[in-house]
């Protein structure tokens, strides 16, 4: 009875991990997608985009930032607690150097 | 009796919130290091145009070579999830295949950032020869030293799962140690942007 109990539950927590992540497939297109947009990024170097120079990288570097995040990193799929743990530490960082670099900007000589 | 098991694995943990602690503790620790990685980052870019008598930046940056060391780390990441996917199938042989590759990727970056340094210190770029120096080395020696913690995290890990000596959930342990991979990863995919694309 214990024994088939505790299989019961191991499976159930086997299935709760595999419900959280993808597969293998999903996680080798996934870094396929960053591979072509570190490409593109990279390409900047060499090409010239203008205008759109500096949106193109920033851009770029917010979609691999998340889909780094979300997909290799599970918060889509796991307990929104762990994004409000991370988020929070991540746009209090952006939020307290934004400031900083403001500073800089608007008060010295 | 049986009701109770399945609700705790479905619930995953005994804790008050149902989550594991450890994960919770390793994102509050994640979402700290972010604002370590803001000040080195902000303080970079503030002064990255502070060169004095030294090089400048675009006189040093090999971007053709730490565009390849990117994508040497970027694709670490993929195999740091195999070995995830792998340890939650409970396969120990193919969670320590993708762990040591992953942490071979590492040292490969590794390897490329001191090769990178040597260049820079060989063309004029010592530590203290301007602020854009100081703000660089440090910014990239941080993470640098990062990612050598994660390699040693990442072979220690090996050789635990290979005496069979995991304390708790092993796929766990091994979520866990990602986490902090990719995390390195996310840092370099803005440091890779921001300090070599983005020209001072």
Redesign the interface.
């Known amino acids: 009875m214990t024994t088939t109990t505790e299989a019961h539950a191991d499976h159930a927590e086997h299935q709760d991990h595999a419900e959280h992540g993808m597969s293998i497939r999903g996680y080798v297109t996934i870094a396929l997608i960053l591979a072509a947009l570190t490409a593109l990024e990279v390409s900047t170097y060499f090409v010239d985009f203008g205008p759109f120079f500096m949106p193109v990288l920033l851009i770029l570097m917010c979609v691999k930032f998340f889909i780094v995040v979300s997909y290799f990193m599970h918060l889509k799929f796991d307990n929104k607690l762990f994004s409000f743990m991370f988020y929070t530490g991540l746009f209090l960082a952006i939020g307290v150097y934004a400031a900083f670099l403001a500073t800089f900007k608007f008060f010295t000589a | 009796?049986?009701d109770t098991?399945?609700h705790?694995?479905?619930h995953?943990h005994h804790t008050s919130?149902g989550?594991s602690n450890n994960?919770?503790g390793m994102?509050?620790f994640?979402?700290?290091?972010?604002?370590l990685?803001?000040?080195l980052?902000?303080t970079y870019?503030?002064y990255r145009g502070r060169v004095g008598e030294g090089p400048r930046p675009g006189n040093v940056f090999d971007?053709?070579f730490t565009?390849v060391s990117?994508?040497v780390l970027?694709?670490s990441?993929?195999t740091?999830?195999?070995a995830?996917?792998a340890a939650?199938k409970?396969d120990d042989r193919g969670t320590t295949l993708w762990l040591t590759v992953t942490g071979l990727l590492g040292a490969t970056f590794v390897g490329g950032q001191m090769y990178e340094f040597t260049a820079m210190y060989n063309e004029g770029l010592g530590y203290t020869t301007s602020l854009f120096g100081s703000a660089f080395y440090t910014l990239t020696g941080f993470h640098g030293v990062h990612v050598t913690v994660g390699i040693i995290m990442l072979f220690s890990l090996v050789a635990i799962i290979k005496r069979s000596n995991v304390p708790g959930d092993k796929?766990e342990v091994v979520e866990l140690v990602?986490?902090y991979w990719?995390?390195v990863?996310?840092v370099w995919?803005?440091i890779?942007?921001?300090v070599y694309?983005?020209p001072a």
């Not at chain 2, 994640?30 to 604002?35: A, H, P």
């Open positions: 009796m049986a098991a399945v705790h694995a479905e995953g919130t989550l994960k919770l994102w509050l994640l979402g700290s290091e972010c604002l990685f803001g000040g980052i902000s870019m503030i971007i053709p565009s990117s994508f970027l694709m990441s993929l740091m999830v195999l995830v996917a939650q409970r796929a990602g986490l990719h995390f990863d996310i995919i803005i890779f942007t921001l694309l983005i």
